[in-house]
């Protein structure tokens, strides 16, 4: 979606439901850019790339439609510092293949089987296990972080686990032991960087618990 109409759209959820956190001001030259923008800055919709993040982009938008008052809203915040780990739409195509036993073949397609199989619920506490508030936490900082436990919005943690740093490998460790780990995807590192929120591509979606 728009970053325009994202922005009207969560300005209104926050108005309809009191939103557990602020949005931030209209933007200024000395604004800090949120993560919501920047999701949304690739246009509206879903496309055929599976390595962007339209499904984050509209599980977004679409946790907030439902809950108007989710801490999601976090993420349009953009004086409030976190670190954000992304999956791409090939992560959660990846994901609703695990838990539907179906490989689907858009990102469109994906995303409604995904809202179907588990509901808005679960994926707000999914979009909330990626999120670390508190800390803007850059790829130099998780490179020195071998072994650290990560608290995220959701309350869960996870695990960062430095392979290498020399090429760099970065695996996070979930909460879900049965299946595969996701990594950082070194061309997607410091997503937003400069400002207080600052996200990383991953390749597979953070398990909160055992899908």
Same mark, same amino acid.
């Given at each position: 979606m728009k970053i325009r109409r994202l922005a009207a759209s969560l300005a209104a959820t926050a108005l309809a439901g009191g939103a557990v956190v602020g949005l931030a001001p209209a933007a200024s030259a000395a604004a800090p850019t949120s993560l919501a923008? @920047?999701?949304?800055a690739d246009g509206s919709g879903f496309d055929r790339s599976w390595y962007d993040f339209d499904i984050v982009d509209n599980a977004v938008g679409a946790? &907030? $439609? $439902?809950?108007?008052?989710?801490?999601?809203?976090? &993420?349009?915040? *953009? +004086?409030?510092?976190?670190?954000?780990?992304?999956?791409?739409?090939?992560?959660?195509? @990846?994901?609703?293949?695990? &838990?539907?036993?179906?490989?689907y073949g858009s990102e469109e397609k994906v995303f409604e089987a995904l809202a179907t199989a588990?509901?808005?619920d679960a994926i707000e506490q999914v979009l909330l296990y990626h999120v @670390?508030? *508190?800390?803007?936490?850059?790829?130099? $900082?998780?490179?020195?972080?071998? *072994? @650290? $436990? &990560?608290?995220?919005?959701?309350? *869960?943690?996870? +695990?960062?686990?430095?392979?290498?740093?020399?090429?760099?490998i970065v695996v996070l460790r979930d909460a879900d032991r049965n299946d595969l780990n996701p990594l950082l995807v070194r061309s997607k590192l410091d997503i937003n960087a400069g400002n207080p929120q600052i996200a990383h591509g991953i390749t597979f979606v953070l398990r909160p618990s055992d899908l």
């Open positions: 923008a @920047v999701l949304a946790v &907030l $439609a $439902a809950k108007p008052g989710s801490p999601v809203a976090v &993420l349009a915040d *953009g +004086t409030v510092p976190l670190t954000a780990f992304l999956p791409n739409d090939r992560a959660f195509q @990846v994901l609703a293949h695990d &838990l539907t036993h179906r490989w588990v509901g808005i @670390v508030p *508190g800390a803007t936490i850059d790829s130099a $900082a998780a490179l020195a972080s071998d *072994g @650290v $436990a &990560l608290t995220t919005a959701q309350g *869960g943690t996870f +695990t960062v686990d430095v392979i290498s740093r020399r090429i760099p």
